[in-house]
């Protein structure tokens, strides 16, 4: 297998991984339709960023510590699960709030608090504490590495497929979004689409604690088809 091919092989999977719906496509497309576009934009390249570090971190060996350890692997668990429950819970905290105080922005024009700096920050953050990401690449990378090939070079690559593939179609929702915007360009349509978004992070980081208290260790995933991120 030469490098390009296992450049392409696995742009396959991590394609279609992308196109699956899940909490990184969740946080772009809510950031597209309730805040401004250089706030979607920074979050998608907040979730990129995240990809990026769990690929280097793949590649070196510091992931594979995940999954060697229960211990490392749970306290990462923990720590992501609460952190999405919070960002769930407080996304629904400001919807009910917004419901009855129109100062809170409209989805035309965005609450001014809602920075460029803040959207990366929720995807990175997302992504860095969301350890099914480093699993995926620890579980994945291997498949694609070429004989004499550096498995830090090949990984850095590889993660960057991933993201160049997550970013491309963030491009399309954050685009779409601007379209459908027009239609929510109303408090109410910005609060009902920051309940979804927070019942879906509370959902996954729900999700996450128990898997992290009631799961077997991390060895024992099934990857890639349970990996949802």
Not at 110 to 132: C, D, I, R, Y
Request: proline share 6%; with cysteine; aromatic share 10%.
């Amino acid at each position: 297998m030469t490098i390009l091919d296992a450049v392409l092989a696995f742009a396959v999977v991590a394609g279609l991984l992308t196109l699956v719906p899940g909490l990184d496509t969740a946080l772009v497309l809510r950031s597209s339709l309730t805040r401004t576009r250089p706030y979607a934009w920074a979050t998608a390249v907040g979730v990129a960023t995240g990809a990026m570090v769990w690929g280097i971190a793949a590649a070196v060996g510091i992931s594979a510590l995940l999954t060697a350890s229960e211990v490392a692997y749970r306290v990462l668990t923990v720590a992501g699960a609460g952190y999405m429950i919070w960002l769930g819970a407080s996304m629904l905290w400001k919807s009910f709030r917004r419901d009855g105080d129109p100062r809170e922005g409209t989805a035309a024009t965005p609450p001014a608090a809602a920075s460029s700096w803040q959207g990366w920050m929720v995807g990175a953050g997302t992504n860095l504490l969301n350890p099914k990401v480093g699993v995926f690449y620890i579980a994945t990378i291997p498949q694609f590495l070429p004989p004499g090939v550096s498995p830090l070079l090949m990984g850095v690559v590889l993660a960057g497929v991933h993201c160049a593939l997550s970013l491309a179609w963030f491009a399309v929702l954050i685009l779409g979004g601007g379209y459908a915007r027009r239609w929510l360009a109303n408090t109410r349509g910005m609060a009902v689409i920051d309940r979804i978004t927070g019942v879906v992070l509370g959902a996954f980081g729900g999700k996450l604690l128990i898997d992290s208290f009631a799961g077997g260790p991390p060895s024992s995933l099934a990857l890639p088809s349970t990996v949802r991120y």
